[in-house]
């Protein structure tokens, strides 16, 4: 500052003082030694527009190029987001309100039902919350985005969101391990797999998934500036005092922690579940056909075991497909986690957040999806949602003739 000052006048000064309001004075202190004069006047021509709108100077600020990450679709996308995101929402929290329903009827009871079930009600707990953000996402740039009340409903829509999305990515591996133990070591799957223990995962997930959150409980506050147009206070969210502290070192941690344990190390587990059903499967399928071409099965096992074999064959084909879908949503977003924690908070301002509303929706579009892929894959879930929808049969209250039996074939 002393620098510029040397070049400037005491009107430059005094507007100097406004950033401030934006970044720390130890920032400035780093920052404003690298600017040319020419860049400073660009820079302080544009803190009217800053006063006005809660942009932060990490849009404006000389920093590292990440020019790539900006393809010029965020800005149209962003007119249809809103809009997107409520439809996907509605139909997402409707469906899986059916796949808790339809999984919980008695003749569906198992322990990977259970999981699903956990499943499907996190699911429907994110797309709740969510879609009263994309209503507040299609107002627009109202009064309302600088009122007090939605600072702490973006707040609480933050932290929500991480807890139900690591519910998701905690039930989800929960269910790759389940299938793994399920295919690759079946003498181990009636022991360890039973219903009990599924519904101890499941609990189990809903725990822990607060707790693994509580970097990000501490990265985010709400932020008070004064408008002097208005001359009015305006209220925002952004990175808290502490997170800011000593160099930014909690938020290096928040997002090293939030990249590699809740992003990439679920995104790694998942592939290596994945690629071992794949593998267990293949050899099992090339193993039956050696069978069948060194010999000829009886009668009994030509019509059993096949319709066995293919029943379990689709059960783990939907399982997979579920998993598939789940990674190709994560990995995305671990990457950029990723890359925000080596590259810094640059990185996190100009690309992660570029792409933050497009994996919101990868995000919800996965949650939605469950139940065409239960409806289409799944013969036993086809059948009950059926039966669910399906009137009664009439009770036929007359008279019956002693030794008359009443026939309950279906």
């Known amino acids: 500052t002393a620098h510029m000052m040397s070049e400037g006048s005491e009107e430059l000064f005094q507007r100097l003082q406004e950033l401030e309001a934006f970044i720390s004075r130890e920032e400035l202190a780093s920052i404003l030694p690298n600017l040319t004069r020419e860049q400073a006047s660009y820079l302080l021509h544009l803190l009217p527009a800053l006063n006005n709108d809660s942009r932060n100077l990490d849009d404006i600020m000389p920093s590292a190029d990440h020019a790539f990450c900006d393809v010029g679709f965020r800005d149209g996308y962003k007119e249809v987001h809103g809009y997107l995101a409520l439809m996907i929402c509605v139909v997402g929290a409707f469906t899986n309100i059916l796949n808790m329903i339809i999984l919980t009827r008695r003749e569906m009871i198992n322990s990977t039902n259970t999981i699903l079930t956990g499943l499907a009600v996190a699911d429907f707990l994110l797309l709740l919350e969510y879609s009263f953000y994309a209503a507040s996402y299609i107002k627009g740039q109202d009064n309302l985005f600088d009122s007090y009340a939605h600072s702490v409903f973006i707040l609480f829509h933050a932290h929500y969101t991480q807890v139900t999305h690591t519910i998701a990515i905690c039930l989800t591996i929960t269910l790759a391990v389940w299938r793994y133990i399920a295919i690759c070591k079946p003498h181990l799957n009636l022991f360890l797999c039973t219903l009990p223990r599924a519904r101890i995962a499941v609990v189990v997930a809903y725990i822990v998934s607060p707790v ?35 160099n930014s070192l909690l938020q290096s941690i928040h997002f090293w922690f939030h990249s590699v344990l809740i992003k990439i190390i679920p995104c790694l587990l998942l592939t290596y579940f994945i690629y071992h059903i794949i593998s267990a499967m293949y050899t099992a399928k090339r193993r039956k056909e050696n069978l069948i071409k060194m010999s000829t099965p009886s009668m009994e096992t030509e019509r059993k075991l096949p319709r066995m074999e293919k029943l379990t064959e689709k059960t783990t084909r939907m399982l997979l497909t579920v998993l598939l879908l789940f990674l190709a949503t994560e990995l995305p977003q671990g990457i950029l986690s990723l890359l925000s924690a080596i590259y810094g908070h640059s990185f996190f301002r100009k690309c992660y957040l570029h792409w933050g509303e497009v994996m919101d929706l990868l995000a919800l579009i996965n949650g939605a999806l469950n139940f065409l892929l239960y409806y289409i894959m799944s013969h036993q879930f086809r059948v009950t949602f059926r039966f669910l929808l399906s009137p009664p049969p009439p009770v036929n209250l007359s008279p019956r003739l002693p030794g008359e039996t009443v026939s309950t074939q279906l």
């Open 212 to 246: 693994l959150s509580v970097p990000n409980y501490l990265m985010y506050s709400i932020r008070q500036r004064h408008d002097r147009h208005s001359n009015s206070s305006l209220y925002h969210v952004d990175f808290s005092e502490r997170a800011q502290a000593s």
